[in-house]
């Protein structure tokens, strides 16, 4: 196979892989903080090994020179990207089921639409407009429905509030360092913003995690919390990054159905929770209005055809 052939088979390959891993960390995730773990616990332990990782791999990569400038945003998109976003996701996700959080997270480009219509004033389009409507009233059926459930396996208002923010948070950060992160690879931009985010959640964490009865943890709950940091966090990451050199936008944001999808089906399989009727209608609008958003145009298309 020659390397024209081979460059896409690698991207997709590993955009499929990092949607995938992600998918799984949420049941992972889930019956991590239900055996021996808080949300609290979890992000603590995700922030503070991915950061580890991506130093120690930055020694073996070239070296870059990050401006004073940058280095002064940094600890900002440390705080959109990583911090709020990483918080409200987990502990959410610690309340909730994996199957609404995973859901929810389908809603980013929604935000992302939203906030680039108000900062970097992009044009919305009828198409765009009936696309948030759909994804708006999908995420409005998942936390409705959650409001009104007695089982816990139905989801759980807060925790779908939770990680409905941490997709605003983290469409904010693109709106806001999408510049920044685009300058620097992905291990230069990781390793400061993985260390700026351990730096303001440590101070606040580090009394809980330190009263973490070590032996009274299973040795599962370890393993997950070691997919999470390495596979979930550190790999992914790299993976996406490799899909993203050789893939269209258009067609990265497709995979970004599959995070759902594993999720929903491996939660389901396991009992970890149940899929209503109504979940499946919130699927079909997110999902819809997240694809309407995706294909419509932007402002620079729309430059380009004139």
């Known amino acids: 196979m020659n390397d024209k052939n081979y460059r896409p088979l690698l991207a997709h390959l590993s955009m499929f892989g990092a949607c995938a891993f992600w998918g799984l960390m949420a049941p992972i995730g889930k019956d991590a903080m239900t055996h021996g773990l808080t949300g609290i616990d979890m992000v603590t332990f995700r922030v503070c090994g991915a950061a580890l990782l991506f130093w120690l791999t930055s020694f073996f990569t070239p070296r870059e020179h990050v401006s004073r400038r940058d280095l002064m945003l940094l600890p900002l998109a440390g705080l959109f990207g990583l911090v709020t976003n990483q918080c409200c996701y987990t502990i959410g996700l610690s309340i909730t089921t994996p199957v609404n959080a995973s859901i929810v997270t389908t809603s980013m480009p929604i935000f992302a639409m939203i906030l680039a219509a108000l900062i970097l004033k992009e044009p919305i389009t009828g198409r765009k407009a009936i696309g948030v409507l759909m994804g708006c009233s999908g995420a409005l059926i998942l936390i409705l429905t959650s409001a009104a459930a007695t089982d816990a396996k139905v989801g759980d208002i807060r925790g779908d509030l939770l990680c409905l923010f941490a997709q605003f948070s983290f469409a904010l950060y693109l709106a806001l360092f999408s510049p920044l992160v685009r300058r620097y690879s992905v291990f230069t931009i990781n390793k400061w913003m993985f260390l700026w985010a351990a730096v303001f959640i440590l101070p606040f964490s580090w009394p809980q995690v330190a009263a973490i009865r070590w032996a009274d943890v299973p040795v ?4 997950e919390t070691g ?41 389901v399989a396991v009992g970890m929770a149940v899929f209503r009727p109504s979940h499946a209608l919130a699927v079909v609008l997110v999902f819809s209005g997240v694809w309407l958003v995706t294909k419509s145009k932007s402002r620079r298309d729309m430059e380009k055809e004139k």
Request: glycine share 2%; net charge positive.
């Open 220 to 223: 599962r709950t370890w393993w």
């Open 227 to 267: 997919y999470i940091i390495f596979v979930a966090t550190y790999l992914s990451y790299i993976l996406t990054m490799v899909g993203q050199r050789t893939l269209r936008p258009t067609v990265v944001s497709i995979y970004n159905y599959v995070q759902p999808l594993v999720s929903v089906i491996v939660s």
